[in-house]
């Protein structure tokens, strides 16, 4: 009785004081990463989703990631109590593509990293992750991999169209077309397409021909920095 309760008095006294100024310091530069993290994956990014929406997360992602380490390293009570809180956090929000995932994890690595107080291993380490996106997608351009543009068609009644259909359209009409998602469901199909064209009017017959096909066809071009032109 008496070990448990000397345990349980360590678990109440165990908690150090946290400093606000270098608090509020790490929070400024966690503020400040996330936000050229946001711009990197905008400009870099190969995501067919809507990449200037989705890098708005990484801002309170990471403050929010180094608040919470912040808070916790200062009481063991509360690390324990964390394991438990967040066994019963479920993320519902679908992760469509890989590379969404891996600029979340650089985002929450931000926050871990100035909530333990390691900020010079943060910047650095996170200078290093931005410089080699940056150098690996200026290579990749220079060599020709990437596509002109993403192609997504969203159609309310997969019974009347299909993706056969589609694929056969962009066939004829496009330079180069390379499937990259495919969601459908009995009321909806969304396909997300890399396409290439010669010229202008080979993209206007495409946009012609696809409409044809249903004139309620939801057609959206995004170059690789994701502005709509549709």
Same mark, same amino acid.
């Given at each position: 009785?008496d070990?448990?309760?000397?345990?349980?008095d360590?678990?109440?006294?165990n908690?150090?004081?946290?400093? $606000?100024?270098?608090?509020?310091?790490?929070?400024l530069?966690?503020?400040i990463?996330?936000?050229?993290?946001?711009? +990197?994956?905008?400009?870099?990014?190969?995501?067919?989703?809507?990449?200037?929406?989705?890098?708005?997360?990484?801002?309170?992602?990471?403050?929010?990631t180094?608040?919470?380490?912040?808070?916790?390293?200062?009481?063991?009570?509360?690390?324990?109590?964390?394991?438990?809180?967040?066994? $019963?956090?479920?993320?519902?929000?679908?992760?469509?593509?890989? %590379? %969404?995932?891996s600029?979340?994890?650089?985002? #929450?690595?931000?926050?871990?990293?100035?909530?333990?107080?390691?900020?010079?291993?943060?910047?650095?380490?996170?200078i290093?992750?931005? *410089?080699?996106?940056?150098?690996?997608?200026? #290579?990749?351009?220079k060599?020709?991999?990437?596509?002109?543009?993403?192609?997504?068609?969203? +159609?309310?009644?997969?019974?009347v169209?299909?993706?056969?259909?589609?694929?056969?359209?962009?066939?004829?009409?496009?330079?180069t077309?390379? *499937?990259?998602?495919?969601?459908?469901?009995a009321?909806?199909?969304?396909?997300?397409?890399l +396409?290439?064209?010669?010229?202008?009017?080979?993209?206007n017959?495409?946009?012609?021909?696809?409409?044809?096909?249903?004139?309620?066809?939801?057609?959206?071009?995004?170059?690789n920095?994701?502005?709509s032109?549709?």
């Amino acid at each position: 009785m008496d070990s448990l309760q000397t345990f349980q008095d360590f678990l109440a006294t165990n908690r150090s004081q946290i400093p $606000i100024v270098a608090f509020i310091f790490n929070l400024l530069l966690t503020a400040i990463l996330s936000l050229i993290l946001a711009q +990197v994956y905008f400009k870099y990014g190969n995501s067919l989703s809507n990449r200037k929406l989705f890098g708005r997360n990484f801002l309170s992602i990471a403050m929010t990631t180094m608040l919470i380490i912040t808070v916790v390293k200062s009481s063991l009570a509360l690390s324990l109590g964390l394991v438990g809180a967040l066994s $019963i956090i479920r993320f519902r929000a679908a992760i469509k593509e890989p %590379e %969404e995932l891996s600029y979340l994890f650089l985002a #929450i690595s931000i926050g871990l990293g100035f909530g333990a107080d390691q900020g010079v291993i943060t910047i650095a380490a996170f200078i290093v992750i931005t *410089l080699m996106i940056i150098i690996i997608k200026k #290579i990749s351009r220079k060599a020709g991999d990437e596509q002109n543009l993403h192609l997504t068609i969203s +159609v309310d009644n997969p019974k009347v169209i299909n993706v056969e259909e589609i694929v056969d359209t962009l066939k004829t009409h496009c330079s180069t077309i390379n *499937l990259k998602r495919v969601d459908e469901t009995a009321e909806f199909l969304e396909a997300s397409f890399l +396409v290439e064209f010669d010229d202008f009017q080979q993209f206007n017959e495409t946009k012609q021909a696809l409409q044809k096909l249903d004139g309620k066809m939801k057609i959206l071009f995004l170059d690789n920095r994701g502005v709509s032109s549709l």
